[in-house]
């Protein structure tokens, strides 16, 4: 692919954004880093601006797929043929994104999503729960062996993000894309990544989240069945 860039979406994530953006920068094969600070309340926007981000704000939080869907459209402005998504808040490590550039070559994969290591790595129990099930689920309803489907580090061709319907706004937006996908015969590949949990707080709520989950997975479920 010609042009590759990356896309963070940020909330409340000042003391980890800058480090995150710089780390990407510094990578050979990037475009360049767009940050869409999500209504944050602390000073996410200016440390990603100092940092040398290409800054989108919304002004309230609107959730991780809104934000990541601002920055996929700038993106497409921008010319990128591809997106490399991956999370503020320093538990993707950004030298890996030479590697999910190299697998998508390598496969022609249009989505490359890191799979963490959830056997070694101290993920938290209630992550890792939820995310073997969620996987699981994905996995059946888009008709491909996901392992990972909550990962938010992956690489996007450009032709998912503009021709699929996707209309999911929070995280349920990072299953719906890959069940979408898969249905439009997108070829979906996984990788595996190494995953560093310190101080970061998962905005991740898993009442409200977990519904919305299963909200989208009932809907693509009927939506098969048609």
Same mark, same amino acid.
């Given at each position: 692919m010609s042009s590759c860039g990356v896309i963070i979406p940020a909330y409340q994530a000042e003391a980890h954004v800058g480090d995150?953006?710089?780390?990407?920068?510094?990578?050979?094969?990037?475009?360049?880093? %767009?940050?869409? *600070? *999500?209504?944050?309340? *602390?000073?996410?926007?200016?440390?990603?601006? !100092?940092?040398?981000?290409?800054?989108?704000?919304?002004?309230?939080?609107?959730?991780?797929?809104?934000?990541?869907?601002? @920055?996929?459209?700038? !993106?497409?402005?921008?010319?990128?043929?591809?997106? %490399? +998504?991956?999370?503020? #808040?320093?538990?993707?490590?950004?030298n890996d994104i030479p590697r999910f550039i190299a697998e998508s070559h390598r496969t022609r994969a249009d989505i490359v999503v890191g799979a963490r290591a959830c056997a070694s790595a101290p993920m938290p129990l209630p992550r890792r729960l939820s995310n073997r099930l969620s996987s699981a689920v994905v996995s059946r309803l888009a008709g491909t062996p996901i392992p990972d489907s909550q990962s938010g580090y992956r690489l996007v061709a450009r032709r998912v993000w503009e021709l699929l319907p996707l209309s999911r706004m929070r995280y349920d937006f990072e299953s719906e894309i890959l069940i979408r996908a898969a249905?439009?015969?997108?070829?979906?590949?996984?990788?595996? %990544?190494? +995953?560093?949990?310190? #101080?970061?707080?998962?905005?991740?709520?898993?009442?409200? #989240? +977990?519904?919305?989950? %299963?909200?989208?997975?009932?809907?693509?479920?009927?939506? @098969?069945?048609?």
């Open positions: 995150v953006v710089r780390r990407c920068r510094v990578q050979t094969e990037v475009a360049g880093v %767009i940050v869409v *600070d *999500d209504g944050s309340a *602390d000073a996410t926007g200016d440390a990603a601006r !100092a940092a040398g981000a290409r800054l989108l704000t919304h002004l309230v939080n609107r959730g991780k797929g809104a934000a990541l869907m601002t @920055g996929f459209r700038e !993106a497409s402005a921008l010319g990128w043929e591809a997106a %490399i +998504t991956l999370d503020a #808040d320093g538990q993707h490590d950004p249905r439009h015969g997108y070829v979906i590949v996984s990788l595996p %990544i190494e +995953t560093h949990y310190a #101080d970061e707080k998962s905005h991740f709520r898993p009442f409200r #989240d +977990t519904a919305r989950m %299963i909200g989208v997975f009932w809907s693509l479920f009927r939506e @098969g069945q048609g």
